[in-house]
């Protein structure tokens, strides 16, 4: 699949991506992306942001594939049940939180915790960093073996983000373009 046959949907998650983070470059950078809006970005609403996530996917005139960072990667999770069926045909999931940092995050929804172990309706990588200060590379690994998700072992990559060095990640966006080739 190329990028010109699907909406390819950027789903951040807390505090939404700032300017500098590759998912705001990608979403520059890639015709067919837009940014999954959500109304409060610092206040994780399991509700508000599935809701705005399910009427995205539902607006889409393509095949949707997702492309998520952090808090993002569960919530797609979440909404997964709520999607439309054969919609979305992949999901790109990079840097998963543990539960654990998501009850730290202020205004964070407990009902966002625990995170659906139910195997993904459509193909899925999951990239995890062995250094991510946000959730340790044993739980992200299960993580994706609950998913159905493919590991992809990131090394020492800290959270993929611009702070741990990660604002255009070329070798993000390879992979990103070896999984739509798949499909």
Same mark, same amino acid.
């Given at each position: 699949?190329?990028?010109?046959?699907?909406?390819? =949907?950027?789903?951040?998650?807390?505090?939404?991506?700032?300017?500098?983070?590759?998912?705001?470059?990608? %979403?520059?950078?890639?015709?067919?992306?837009?940014?999954? %809006?959500?109304?409060?970005?610092?206040?994780?609403?399991?509700? +508000?942001?599935?809701?705005?996530?399910?009427?995205?996917?539902?607006?889409?005139?393509?095949?949707?594939?997702?492309? +998520?960072?952090? #808090?993002?990667?569960? =919530?797609? +999770?979440?909404?997964?049940?709520?999607?439309?069926?054969?919609?979305?045909?992949? +999901?790109? $999931?990079?840097?998963?939180?543990?539960?654990?940092?998501?009850?730290?995050?202020?205004? #964070?929804?407990?009902?966002?915790?625990?995170?659906?172990? %139910?195997? $993904?309706?459509?193909?899925?990588?999951?990239?995890?960093?062995?250094?991510?200060?946000?959730?340790?590379?044993? %739980?992200?690994?299960?993580?994706?073996?609950?998913?159905?998700?493919? =590991?992809?072992?990131?090394?020492?990559?800290?959270?993929?983000?611009?702070?741990?060095?990660?604002?255009?990640?070329?070798?993000?966006?390879?992979?990103?373009?070896?999984?739509?080739?798949? =499909?």
């Amino acid at each position: 699949m190329r990028t010109s046959d699907c909406d390819i =949907l950027i789903v951040p998650g807390w505090s939404g991506s700032g300017p500098d983070h590759w998912q705001t470059r990608w %979403e520059q950078k890639l015709s067919t992306a837009r940014r999954v %809006e959500q109304d409060d970005w610092y206040r994780i609403d399991l509700a +508000a942001w599935t809701a705005r996530l399910v009427a995205e996917v539902d607006a889409s005139r393509r095949p949707v594939i997702l492309v +998520a960072h952090s #808090a993002g990667v569960p =919530l797609i +999770a979440h909404a997964a049940p709520k999607l439309p069926q054969g919609k979305v045909r992949a +999901a790109f $999931l990079v840097a998963t939180p543990s539960e654990r940092a998501v009850r730290a995050i202020p205004d #964070a929804d407990p009902a966002f915790t625990p995170f659906p172990r %139910e195997p $993904l309706p459509f193909p899925s990588v999951l990239v995890a960093s062995r250094t991510d200060q946000y959730c340790p590379y044993d %739980e992200a690994a299960d993580l994706a073996l609950a998913w159905g998700s493919a =590991l992809v072992d990131a090394g020492d990559s800290g959270h993929l983000n611009a702070a741990s060095g990660h604002g255009p990640w070329p070798e993000g966006l390879m992979r990103f373009a070896g999984m739509l080739k798949r =499909l």
